[in-house]
């Protein structure tokens, strides 16, 4: 889908300073493979690409087996009746044409209409084929481990969006046909939804997008006032979402989602400075955002020592100057070692310190995404995006031992990770190619290059939930919970240098009993005391164990700065008297332990007896 939009003044305006004119354009791709229906057609594969209500138990297996060998005996049977009739049919037709006591006027129909039965009857024998090849016996278990990995792919989902608009202050012609003026302005191009210097599926040219300018100006179609204050803007946004099912081996589901989301809005003045003077592009500015999924999972799962590090920050310090070097390779304006306030560091290269944004940055990306600091990007907007996932397996029950123990049982797990730069702009001070690694003009406080972009921080985010889930309903109307959840956060900030990590783990378990009718060692005139509803015991337990710590980078020191440790226990007893009144008996215990000496640990306990009367019918 390719839409455009435009508008324009339809007279012109008295007004020197010019009127706007903008357009917009909108890209959509979207894509849906159902690749399931498409191993359907194929009923060799059909078997082993649904559901077997008898996997597991071989006994139903062979008679599903046995039953469908049956049919097809019967329509092998069929096809020999059918074929052994158009024998006999081609054997009239031939002692038609020998007889000599009939005529040809006789014949001719008496044959035809024989030969309409063979018709009809080779029709039955394609069709009684066709029943025969759909006719397929249920899976080979040996074979369904080979097939189904090679069936694993079900189902893919995209969409991608690509949005940009354009507004150009102090345009002076009027508009005329779809939206050019006499004069051609702003031209045929840009009336059908042309981006100046945003091509489709390219990166932003900038230096096209001033040549647009540029000529627009010497077509006279730009005021030449130089009282005009309005800038010229675009805005660009583009989004992808991938989306994958996968099943492996039946009853084992596997979403993998793959994100990208990516803005940016350029303003600049473009005017006259003076009057007579040319045309100058002016404080040309970005502001943007940007978020990808991506997979840092590789070194989640190391532990802080006792002074709040671990071997990923320790990497991340001395990646730096690796990435220093690698810098001062790809720009040719870092000439020699870095030097700041009359010291020199010859493991730092000229412009690159170890607190420089474009070293920070991909030696962040490297230890924590467990990369190679030889390899990994040195521009993070050209990240490629990596599938987070969640897996599900509820086929356990399929099987008929645990169809005996088990109303249900399922398995989960889900990882979910987005590397995310929630604001960035063009940095003012910086001179140089337009490229992020094209800078000239160096820092006097620091001596680093002025980057690119000034951005505030990263943040790497991931979580498992959950890192294993189990869902179980026994045959005896218990039930069984149990969770384990993993998370990190990791905030990377280039105001004060510090990178503060969140890290958090929460066990959960939880058991119910139902009892149907519970009888008490009670008489009341003469009869047992019994529960007519049902009575629902519920044991309920979590571990939170959170903590944030702060990494002052090249101080050594890293300290926590909140955090806690949180058991919860909450066994209740609940009774549903009647459709209006429910019952619950509980306690709440719960326990906070703090890692900092800000809080004191905390021990809460409640409990009591809940009514709930429902007043509507």
């Known amino acids: 889908l390719h839409r455009r939009r435009h508008s324009f003044p339809t007279r012109r305006s008295s007004d020197l300073l010019g009127n706007s004119a903008n357009n917009a354009q909108n890209i959509q791709l979207n894509g849906d493979f159902n690749i399931k229906k498409l191993y359907d057609k194929v009923p060799f594969l059909k078997p082993y690409n649904n559901p077997n209500p008898n996997q597991g138990d071989p006994k139903k297996r062979k008679q599903a087996d046995d039953a469908i060998e049956k049919a097809k005996d019967k329509l092998r049977k069929d096809k020999e009746k059918v074929q052994?009739?158009?024998?006999?049919?081609?054997?009239?037709?031939?002692?038609?044409?020998?007889?000599?006591?009939?005529?040809?006027?006789?014949?001719?129909?008496?044959?035809?209409e024989l030969k309409k039965q063979i018709k009809i009857k080779r029709k039955n024998i394609k069709k009684i084929n066709k029943d025969l090849w759909l006719k397929q016996k249920g899976e080979n278990p040996a074979l369904a481990i080979i097939l189904q990995p090679l069936l694993a792919v079900k189902k893919v989902t995209f969409s991608y969006q690509e949005d940009r608009t354009t507004n150009l202050s102090g345009f002076t012609q009027s508009s005329r046909f779809v939206g050019v003026s006499k004069e051609g302005g702003p031209g045929y191009d840009f009336a059908f939804g042309n981006q100046p210097g945003m091509p489709l599926f390219k990166p932003i040219d900038q230096q096209g997008r001033n040549d647009w300018l540029d000529q627009a100006a010497a077509k006279g179609w730009i005021t030449n006032d130089t009282l005009l204050n309005r800038p010229f803007a675009q805005t660009y946004r583009q989004s992808l979402n991938i989306q994958a099912t996968i099943e492996p081996w039946r009853d084992l589901k596997v979403d993998l989602t793959w994100t990208k989301e990516y803005s940016i809005n350029h303003t600049q003045f473009f005017k006259r400075v003076t009057e007579g003077g040319g045309f100058e592009h002016l404080f040309p500015k970005d502001v943007g955002t940007y978020s990808i999924s991506t997979v840092p999972v590789q070194t989640l799962f190391k532990k802080l020592d006792d002074q709040f590090r671990n071997e990923i920050y320790n990497n991340f310090e001395s990646y730096r100057s690796i990435i220093s070097d690698r810098l001062q390779k790809e720009n040719p304006n870092s000439i020699g070692d870095y030097s700041y306030r009359d010291t020199v560091r010859n493991d730092y290269k000229d412009g690159y310190g170890p607190k420089s944004q474009d070293v920070l940055i991909p030696s962040f990306l490297a230890a924590y995404m467990g990369q190679s600091p030889d390899k990994v990007k040195l521009n993070p907007f050209k990240t490629i995006p990596k599938p987070n996932w969640r897996f599900t397996f509820n086929g356990l029950t399929n099987f008929a031992?645990?169809?005996?123990?088990?109303?249900?049982?399922?398995?989960?797990?889900?990882y979910l990770s987005t590397l995310s730069i929630s604001s960035f702009e063009t940095n003012l001070d910086y001179l140089g190619s337009g490229e992020l690694l094209g800078a000239e003009?160096?820092?006097?406080?620091?001596?680093?290059?002025?980057?690119?972009?000034?951005?505030?921080?990263?943040?790497?985010?991931?979580?498992?939930?959950?890192?294993?889930?189990?869902?179980?309903?026994?045959?005896?109307?218990?039930?069984?919970?149990?969770?384990?959840?993993?998370?990190?956060?990791?905030?990377?900030?280039f105001n004060d240098y510090q990178l503060n990590e969140i890290r958090s783990e929460t066990y959960t378990l939880g058991i119910g009993y139902k009892i149907k009718g519970l009888k008490f060692p009670?008489?009341?005139k003469g009869r047992q005391l019994k529960l007519q509803n049902d009575l629902n015991f519920r044991f309920d337990f979590s571990l939170r164990d959170n903590i944030t710590v702060s990494h002052r980078i090249d101080q050594g020191v890293s300290i926590p700065t909140t955090g806690s440790k949180i058991i919860s226990i909450q066994p209740s007893i609940d009774y549903t008297v009647s459709k209006r009144l429910n019952v619950k008996v509980f306690v709440d215990w719960n326990r906070?332990?703090?890692?900092?000496?800000?809080?004191?640990?905390?021990?809460?306990?409640?409990?009591?007896?809940?009514?709930r009367l429902a007043l509507t019918p």
């Open 84 to 112: 052994k009739d158009i024998f006999k049919l081609k054997n009239d037709i031939k002692k038609i044409r020998l007889d000599e006591k009939k005529e040809a006027n006789v014949k001719k129909p008496e044959i035809a």
């Open 401 to 414: 031992w645990a169809k005996k123990i088990f109303n249900s049982f399922s398995i989960s797990h889900g």
């Open 441 to 493: 003009r160096q820092d006097s406080l620091n001596g680093n290059f002025f980057s690119l972009y000034r951005i505030p921080n990263i943040v790497l985010t991931e979580q498992f939930s959950p890192l294993i889930g189990i869902k179980m309903t026994f045959k005896n109307n218990l039930t069984l919970d149990f969770d384990y959840k993993k998370s990190r956060t990791l905030t990377m900030s």
């Open 522 to 524: 009670i008489k009341i």
């Open 592 to 611: 906070t332990s703090p890692y900092t000496s800000a809080s004191y640990p905390v021990t809460n306990v409640q409990g009591g007896i809940k009514l």
